[in-house]
């Protein structure tokens, strides 16, 4: 189990040394997944709130990261980003104004 555990940790440090932006934009996705869980457990506003503004920082992220990669086509994680940044855009208004 320990093993496990400092693998992981080794493997997040050299995530953190190659490409920094993205050890940030992964750990913002978790914590939102951990909202989210906490908030289906709860069911309440701050949870939800505060899982979809990390959704919308770390898909704000990716957009910017991946449009300083010149390329003629859309990418896949620049359409999914989009998609759930439009999503969590959508929630957050839909919860803002229903309070």
């Given at each position: 189990m320990i093993r496990q555990w400092r693998h992981f940790w080794q493997?997040?440090?050299?995530?953190?040394?190659?490409?920094?932006?993205?050890?940030?934009?992964?750990?913002?996705?978790?914590?939102?997944?951990?909202?989210?869980?906490?908030?289906?457990?709860?069911?309440e506003a701050?949870?939800?709130l505060l899982g979809l503004i990390y959704i919308v920082g770390a898909c704000t992220s990716?957009?910017?990261r991946e449009s300083l990669i010149l390329?003629?086509?859309?990418?896949?994680?620049?359409?999914?980003?989009?998609?759930?940044?439009?999503?969590?855009?959508y929630g957050c208004a839909d919860l803002i104004f229903s309070l």
């Open positions: 493997a997040m440090m050299i995530l953190g040394q190659h490409n920094p932006p993205q050890l940030i934009e992964t750990l913002m996705l978790s914590l939102s997944m951990i909202l989210f869980g906490v908030w289906m457990v709860n069911s701050p949870y939800l990716i957009l910017v390329s003629s086509r859309l990418r896949p994680t620049q359409m999914a980003a989009t998609v759930l940044l439009v999503v969590s855009l």
